[in-house]
């Protein structure tokens, strides 16, 4: 029942062939030679260190909320970078490609990237950015933050938060491996219909496209799962809902969004690959398919999603600002409010993606209304964060510079977004780059809050801070390059330039795309900065050693050692407030400690989630490839994992209260724990309780 | 200001041996979550069938009345809820500590369940011999889509109930083993609710 194919297939290797590997592409010669000497070097450093073991021991099988969110933020940032080195190449593709006149190299006719090329580049730089970067690291974050703010020891389900990482990876891996083997998707990242129908899209880059999304959507739903049960089953004695910190909060909303809304993603591409490989005939041209379902399904999806990001952001924000401002933060309960109005009404306004569908002025207009209302529960939000700094005392650290450039971007995204809810305003500036650097405006506060909350927590894991001269000259290039960047852009929009252009034909362009040209330039310096701020922070680490970063943080999360050891509290607190900490602090009572310990149980570490995760990678590039027996292998060989899985007797061990007065006392003289005690001979087994 | 207020003699500010939750209510809950996910995914499904249940989608192909039975559908519904009930019967088994009852309780719930499955992939054969199959027209692909995503939840349920067998037989009825059959029972009377909308909605609504 397989569709008809173009090209060649074998039952071996499928539609592979060596030829798919494209070596004689210039810039992908280079890009090949840049992975293989990071790769080589990563891999040398881990063995001449001899950290191999401690690697496999520590990180790749761990079950522990707080390395599991580092990997994601790792992830994130990694995909951040390739996300950001394709917006550099679409922007000088645009300031080279300018006017009739334009030369070209590499085989473009003007610029250096051919159509196909460029296509496949805007289709990769939305994908990642949106489901490889900005995800991952605000799923990092939760998972960091979140056991942490309410007083517990991990997840809900720690296995399986390790599971949903390497899913994620796995997808992340699958669209990495797209530029090397094959290509990626020319199509958008939105999966422009009936574009990546077979007949339009031969290749495997919509493959890529749908399989990676698919893998690591999958592990964003189980985080999901993850999160609702965490939050709703395991806060610490006395935290009751409204003592509840707002990042914890926005955290809950965030993810019952993600719980609702990517089953439908899933639906959409899952019929799109029906089409693709069964033939059938969902959102075809004719034979009976609806492009517009497609449409509809996706950003059903595609605009909770949005509030899916947008909501941890608000949360981090909300963190941010009162503790460098020195004051709770103002209007607690209308916060949470918002943030729910704000989830509920993500499900309401999905049309206004293709308002110029036509659909009808009554259509039209409730979803234009439906979009506008969102502007009430933000306007709200940004009234309270301002009320917070109102009469505040403002330290101006850089978390904080991150937090207000944020509230600046989210005044310009979110005005032009009420510009663009308005369907006769939106059929002018439809596709455009208007609407591009609107909801870039958006997604840069995604980055900014990430910033923030890399800058913020960094301490809280490590145990030294980020350097300060390196991280404020890393946030002003940014911010300038930001601000470059998307003022020319919406000008841009206004003299009417669409989006997607690998060509930009008209001449009095030009100006324009040189300003972009320079901010995403300040971008590559800002970059430069950040390195120097990690290198730096790194070797200063001795120095910058303190044993409470943030002197005027509220959040149970700051009540741990620093840097936070593995089992989190040594006695889980009992919650008197909101803003704990701070009352502690208000009342002399932040140093105190408890007078006894008692056992801890701790889940053991499974190489399971990696392998399982490895198996999904092999098992979505036999997808793409159509190498049938491998992908019933590999489906197999998950299965089998589940499985033994579920015959698993090892349900953790114990950490003894001897131990824990130990580590809590060489922990008050500055140690540091790098690793759980080894356990692996005496684990309890599952009868013993 | 209430934030304000002062710790009383006995503000505690510790809870030493925490009991924290329970690991069998978080793994329901977490089970329920999974499950209104999984809701969700019917029902875009539905949502599709929807979109593409009329004449002009069906493209000149046959339409719901040509292809659906209702009153095989109806024994399909009765065979169906046997299962869950089979399963259900096995679980008060359960409760009483009666082994051999669950286990037997088990194999009904499996064996229905491949008749149910039986008759339906003779359904698909039957509309794949006349020409009808997944890629005749666009309300065909989402009748198959809807009802092989049924069919496989169906698969993976069995799948899973010879695993508990297995579990059953090694390990007996520990804490773990008990959560997952009776997270189980709650998927397959799950997967029995989703049938009945199908058969609502596309038997007897189509025909």
Request: aromatic residues 14%; charged residues 10%; hydrophobic residues 55%.
């Amino acid at each position: 029942m397989q569709a008809q194919l173009p090209g060649p297939w074998s039952p071996l290797l499928g539609r592979l062939t060596l030829d798919q590997i494209p070596y004689q592409v210039p810039i992908l010669q280079w890009t090949f030679a840049g992975v293989v000497v990071i790769g080589l070097a990563v891999v040398f450093c881990v063995l001449y260190f001899r950290k191999a073991g401690y690697l496999w021991r520590e990180w790749l099988t761990t079950v522990d909320h707080k390395k599991i969110g580092v990997m994601y933020i790792v992830v994130g940032l990694v995909m951040l970078f390739r996300g950001f080195v394709d917006g550099l190449m679409m922007r000088t593709q645009q300031v080279l490609a300018n006017g009739p006149n334009a030369p070209g190299i590499m085989g473009a006719q003007h610029g250096f990237l051919p159509p196909y090329h460029f296509d496949q580049v805007y289709s990769a730089h939305g994908t990642i950015m949106i489901l490889f970067a900005a995800t991952p690291i605000l799923t990092g974050f939760q998972n960091i933050v979140v056991p942490l703010q309410i007083g517990a020891r991990d997840m809900a389900f720690p296995y399986m938060n390790a599971l949903s990482l390497w899913l994620t990876t796995a997808g992340a891996a699958l669209v990495m491996l797209s530029l090397f083997v094959g290509d990626f998707s020319a199509a958008g990242w939105v999966g422009l219909i009936p574009l990546t129908e077979l007949p339009f899209s031969p290749g495997t880059g919509v493959d890529y496209w749908m399989w990676a999304i698919q893998i690591s959507s999958v592990g964003t739903t189980l985080n999901a799962i993850n999160m609702i049960t965490t939050i709703v089953e395991m806060r610490a004695p006395g935290m009751s809902w409204f003592r509840l910190p707002v990042f914890s909060w926005t955290t809950l909303s965030s993810n019952i969004i993600a719980l609702t809304a990517f089953p439908v993603l899933g639906v959409a591409l899952a019929l799109l690959g029906a089409d693709r490989y069964l033939g059938a005939h969902f959102f075809t041209a004719g034979n009976g398919g609806n492009l517009m379902l497609y449409t509809n399904l996706f950003w059903i999806w595609g605009h909770p999603e949005v509030y899916f990001l947008i909501l941890p952001v608000f949360g981090i924000l909300s963190e941010v600002v009162p503790t460098f401002s020195e004051k709770p933060l103002f209007g607690y309960v209308t916060m949470v409010a918002a943030t729910f109005a704000i989830a509920g009404i993500s499900w309401l306004v999905w049309l206004h993606h293709f308002f110029t569908m036509g659909a009808g002025p009554d259509i039209n207009g409730f979803f234009s209304v439906a979009t506008m209302l969102v502007g009430i529960p933000t306007g709200v939000k940004v009234f309270n964060w301002a009320f917070t700094l109102y009469r505040g005392r403002i330290h101006f650290s850089v978390p904080m510079l991150w937090a207000l450039f944020g509230l600046f971007l989210l005044l310009a995204g979110g005005l032009t977004g009420m510009m663009l809810a308005l369907p006769a305003i939106n059929y002018t500036v439809h596709d455009s780059v208007f609407l591009v650097a609107h909801f870039h405006c958006m997604v840069l506060l995604v980055v900014a809050a990430a910033f923030a909350g890399v800058t913020y927590w960094f301490p809280k894991l490590f145990g030294f801070k980020l350097d300060e001269g390196w991280g404020k000259a890393f946030f002003w290039v940014f911010t300038l390059g930001t601000v470059i960047t998307f003022a020319a852009m919406f000008a841009l929009g206004f003299e009417g330039e669409t989006r997607r252009l690998d060509w930009t034909f008209d001449p009095a362009w030009k100006p324009m795309l040189i300003v972009e040209e320079f901010g995403i330039m300040l971008y590559v310096v800002s970059i430069v900065c950040f390195v120097i701020m990690l290198a730096v922070s790194i070797r200063d680490r001795a120095k910058t050693r303190l044993a409470q970063p943030w002197p005027t943080a509220r959040t149970l999360e700051w009540l741990t050692h620093t840097p936070v050891p593995f089992y989190n509290f040594a006695v889980t607190p009992q919650v008197n407030m909101r803003d704990e900490l701070a009352w502690r602090r208000e009342h002399g009572l932040d140093q105190a400690k408890p007078d006894r310990y008692e056992a801890i149980h701790m889940p053991s570490n499974s190489a399971l989630p990696v392998i399982i995760g490895a198996l999904a990678g092999v098992w979505g590039f036999a997808m793409i490839w159509r190498i049938w027996w491998l992908a019933g292998l590999s489906l197999a060989g998950i299965i089998v994992c589940v499985i033994i899985r579920s015959f698993d007797k090892n349900e953790g061990y114990y950490l003894q209260p001897e131990e824990i007065e130990a580590m809590e006392t060489n922990l008050a003289i500055g140690a540091i724990i790098a690793e759980q005690p080894d356990r692996s001979h005496s684990s309890i087994p599952a009868e013993a309780h | 200001m209430a934030e304000q207020a002062a710790p009383g003699a006995q503000a505690r500010l510790f809870y030493p041996g925490y009991a924290g939750h329970s690991q069998i209510s978080g793994r329901t809950l977490g089970f329920w979550l999974y499950m209104l996910s999984d809701a969700l995914l019917f029902t875009a499904l539905f949502a599709a069938y929807a979109v593409l249940d009329t004449p002009m989608n069906a493209a000149g192909g046959p339409v719901a009345s040509q292809i659906v039975n209702p009153i095989e559908g109806f024994w399909q519904t009765v065979v169906i809820l046997g299962s869950v009930t089979s399963y259900s019967l096995g679980t008060v088994a359960m409760k009483s500590g009666h082994r051999a009852g669950l286990v037997w309780g088990i194999l009904g719930a499996i064996l229905l369940a491949i008749v149910f499955l039986g008759f339906g992939f003779g359904d698909l054969a039957a509309l794949a011999a006349h020409g009808a199959g997944i890629s005749r027209s666009g309300y065909l692909s989402a009748y198959w889509v809807l009802i092989l995503t049924h069919a496989v939840h169906m698969v993976f349920g069995i799948l899973w109930m010879l695993v508990m067998l297995a579990q059953i037989v090694r390990l007996g009825f520990n804490e773990m083993v008990v959560a997952r059959l009776l997270n189980l029972r709650m998927f397959w009377q799950f997967q029995a609710t989703v049938w009945v909308c199908v058969y609502v909605y596309v038997y007897m609504i189509g025909a």
